[in-house]
């Protein structure tokens, strides 16, 4: 038998694919409630085929259908949506591996068809490995349009947000500024393919979280500042609060533009929950102007907090 038995992406089985399991179907088991059970059940066949393939009968003469016209008209209704391949693999396997020959009429018969299966089975698992490496490829081929989709939007969208953030830069309405940041920042995480929920609230409106994003498993509730003063340790227990009244799977990210005072890092190490990494402007603006992926600037926050117990890890480390 050739690998084109059973092409690839063919929407019903092979017509020699078909033959071999209408032969088991009717010459593995004599008896056909016995062929239903041991044959189409196992193979996956919905009980209301298998109903009919019991008490089917031939318009013409009003007789019951034999096994293998009841098993045809079977696979002609899978065929429909294309489902009778599945089940004919499987009648295939179970015909490879059948042993009861004391169910058949004719035992000689009965060998020959798992003979013919067992030969089959070689032919199906070269087409699984082919169907296999193709479904590999095209998942390569479309992580590829992902990152050139992802690629492009960045080169696209990245320089109206630098633009958009060195204005705010020079806006005296600190106010409005805060409210661009939550807007810029969402943008930003976006364009980077990075999971972002808007601003909400929880606890019965007793909670207000500015963002959150997702990122390997983990959430993250996100906190914005952008004033002239440095933000200090009362901002970041806030935050702290709400993470320790989150999932285990929880984490806080403290943005601040204009950074924080000096005791901001050091207060964070004495906390035994090692659970808040900090950002401010520079690192930013860097994945802004695109020196940095934002992925691989979290990551390395990440690191650094949980090998280090360090909750700032600045850009400029990393991009040396």
Known sequence: MTADILPDHSPTASADARRLALEAIATLAHVKKIAADQILRRAGVSEILIKRFLKDRDPATGEKRSKRDAGASILDE????????????NIIEIAANWDAFHLAQNEYQARAVVQKAREFQGTLAALDERERANAAAERDSAAQRRRQTRQELLRRESPLLLAQFDQAASSPDHQQRGFLLE?????????HGIPVHRAFRRNDGGEQIDAAFELDGWHYLVECRWRTRLADIRQLDGLAGQVARSGR???GFFLSIEGWSDNVVPLLKQNPEKAIILMEGSDLRATLDQRIDLRELLKAKLR????????YYSVTRLLG
Do not use: K, V, Y
Request: glycine share 4%; no cysteine.
């Open 249 to 251: 799977q929880t984490m």
């Open 304 to 311: 650094a907090l949980n090998l280090e117990a360090e909750p």
């Open 183 to 191: 807007d810029l920042l969402n943008r930003t995480f976006n364009i």
């Open 78 to 89: 899978l065929s429909r949506d294309g489902s009778d391949l599945d089940i004919i693999r």
